[in-house]
């Protein structure tokens, strides 16, 4: 039986989109960079961990992996993630805040983008 294990986003630049969600989620935090790993990037031509195309961020019991692709989003997701919060008044501005915008509001639950545009729901 199939385990999930990461959620993949494709994205322009994966190491400001993995600091958005590191910071929109509990208890995750982009992976740390050991010198085994800036060399193995300096091997392939990326001098500085902001030029990573493949950006983890970890802590929960799904990473997240964003990696770097040459097109835009253009349409809708086919798959968002959705969020939980104890205040989602509170949350909305902390998300705001950290770069998403505001997309729809429902009686218990709102739409917002992150810094990308890629859709997510908090309720």
Known sequence: MARL???VFDCRHPASLARFWAAALD???VAPY???ELARL???GVEDPEDDPTVLVEG??????FQRVPERKIVKNRVH????ADDLDS???RLVELGAELQETHDDWVMLTDPEGNEFCVA
Do not use: K, M, S, T
């Open 27 to 29: 208890g995750y935090a």
């Open 60 to 65: 929960g019991p799904v990473r997240l992996w």
């Open 5 to 7: 294990h990461d959620v």
């Open 81 to 84: 993630l959705d969020l939980r």
């Open 42 to 44: 300096r091997e392939h």
């Open 34 to 36: 050991d010198e085994a």
């Open 91 to 93: 949350e909305i501005d």
